[in-house]
Nanobody, 121 residues
Framework: QPQLVESGGGVVQAGGSLRLSCVAS????????MGWFRQAPGKEREFVAT????????YYADSVKGRFTISRDNVKKTVYLQMNSLKSEDMAAYYC??????????????WGQGTQVTVSS
């Protein structure tokens, strides 16, 4: 079973930046699509960004396009989410995921435990 461990969450002022990391084990990392999702209190979990196995293709939710960047390092078995120009509406628990297809956020097969991002105004 894949294990995904997120880190990098914390408290940041609106307009600031954070970089999330997710280290994977128990999966052939270089062959799978990866993604980031988030869930705010009282809301459903939503897609944020995904990346294909090589890192050559990415896919973003409209709400984060131009502000967030997903990337991966297949040697380190790590996927990253660089978040810039953070807004109060970005505040949520962020989850790393393994997907079957990077263009279809419904194809998640494994989840991490989540890391909290708090944006203060």
């Amino acid at each position: 079973q894949p294990q995904l461990v997120e880190s990098g969450g914390g408290v940041v002022q609106a307009g600031g930046s954070l970089r999330l990391s997710c280290v994977a084990s128990g999966v052939t990392f270089s062959t799978v699509a990866m993604g980031w999702f988030r869930q705010a209190p009282g809301k459903e979990r939503e897609f944020v960004a995904t990346i294909n196995w090589s890192g050559g293709y990415t896919y973003y939710a409209d709400s984060v396009k131009g502000r967030f960047t997903i990337s991966r390092d297949n040697v380190k078995k790590t996927v990253y989410l660089q978040m810039n120009s953070l807004k109060s509406e970005d505040m949520a628990a962020y989850y790393c995921a393994v997907l079957v297809a990077y263009r279809d956020p419904r194809t998640v097969t494994s989840w991490g435990q989540g890391t909290q991002v708090t944006v203060s105004s």
